[in-house]
Nanobody, 112 residues
Framework: QVQPVESGGGLVQPGGSLRLSCEAS????????MAWYRQAPGKQREFVAR???????YYSGSVKGRFTISGDNAKNILYLQMNNLASEDTAIYFC??????WGQGTQVTVSS
């Protein structure tokens, strides 16, 4: 495995929740911080959340208070818990390992 692998996307109603997972290539922080990005149709890829090896977390303003990033070092898995989802959260969500290793993405669709 040379790139992280995302999973957990799907279709959810507005106000619902999803938890995304990202299986890292090797140990979770071997290349540095871990992060989630997303790309909505017709838009550029944008930052969602980041977690450092020390456990510090950072969020974009649009998801702060609704999304939570976390990591399981024992399993080498990065998570993104997404609550109170809205249609504007519809996008392909990508995991980034270190500064430049991207996964293939997982689709999240929020619709009634």
């Amino acid at each position: 495995q040379v790139q992280p692998v995302e999973s957990g996307g799907g279709l959810v109603q507005p106000g619902g929740s999803l938890r995304l997972s990202c299986e890292a290539s090797g140990s979770l922080f071997r290349f540095g911080d871990m992060a989630w990005y997303r790309q909505a149709p017709g838009k550029q890829r944008e930052f969602v959340a980041r977690i450092t090896r020390a456990g510090a977390t950072y969020y974009s303003g649009s998801v702060k208070g609704r999304f939570t990033i976390s990591g399981d070092n024992a399993k080498n898995i990065l998570y993104l818990q997404m609550n109170n989802l809205a249609s504007e959260d519809t996008a392909i969500y990508f995991c980034r390992q270190g500064p430049a290793i991207w996964g293939q993405g997982t689709q999240v669709t929020v619709s009634s």
